[in-house]
């Protein structure tokens, strides 16, 4: 696609429910990032992808969070019995590639998937 | 650890200032550093990397080693440059981006 899609764009849910949110990165890139970001904070790491391997997932706040890249090119952001805490955006950015520290890998970013968790 | 740190929340400055947004961080290795804009109901977008050594939209940020700072600068301040400012890091082995708190830049008529 032109840029990087995110769906839903808004999700309301209840505390305990099961969520997804997918990310279709831009054709042909095979880095793929999941950032969240809160009020007044800035994106915070949560897992990145090369291909369909995740290469870090460090940042993953607990177990209830997981994401899948089965195919190399979309990505779903899975999170289980959800909580308040949970409320945020979920930022999704892809890059041509994430191995080579040749200075021409940048981000380009999703609109977002906003998340409220009533 | 990465770090980046951006000490103003808000930075307010009137048309045609000179505006400088700081930006410290920590790392041990040569790090990439990156500005990110989002602009008023847009998305998080690249502006400037010090790998490219470029002025977007009449920007600069100098690397400085040194003093582990990215300052994100301007010489005459526009209107339409009010959005949020977030530095960003990658390391050189890690292919993490880790992003500052951000600074809220508005520019006053």
């Known amino acids: 696609g032109a840029g990087v899609s995110q769906t839903p764009s808004n999700k309301v849910t209840e505390k305990g429910k099961y969520v997804e949110l997918r990310c279709d990165p831009i054709s042909g890139h095979t880095a793929l990032y999941w950032y969240r970001q809160s009020l007044g904070q800035g994106p915070e790491f949560l897992i990145y992808?090369?291909?369909?391997?995740?290469?870090?997932d460090s940042g993953l706040p607990n177990d209830r969070f997981f994401a899948v890249r089965p195919e190399g090119s979309v990505s779903t952001l899975k999170i289980q019995r959800t909580e308040r805490g949970d409320s945020a955006m979920y930022l999704c950015?892809?890059?041509?590639?994430?191995?080579?520290?040749?200075?021409?890998?940048?981000?380009?970013f999703g609109a977002g998937s906003r998340l409220t968790v009533l | 650890a990465q770090r980046v740190t951006q000490p103003e929340k808000l930075l307010s400055v009137f048309k045609g200032a000179p505006v400088e947004l700081k930006c410290n961080y920590s790392y041990s290795g040569s790090p990439e550093l990156f500005w990110y804009v989002q602009y008023s109901r847009q998305r998080l977008q690249l502006l400037l990397r010090?790998?490219s050594r470029e002025s977007i939209k009449g920007f600069t940020a100098d690397l400085n080693k040194g003093e582990t700072s990215f300052h994100l600068k301007k010489p005459f301040a526009q209107e339409e440059d009010s959005a949020m400012y977030y530095c960003a890091l990658r390391d050189a082995y890690g292919q993490n981006f880790v992003f500052g708190p951000g600074t809220r830049l508005s520019v006053l008529p």
């Open positions: 010090h790998i």
């Open positions: 950015a892809s890059s041509p590639r994430g191995t080579s520290f040749s200075g021409a890998n940048v981000l380009t």
């Open positions: 992808f090369q291909g369909t391997g995740a290469a870090d």
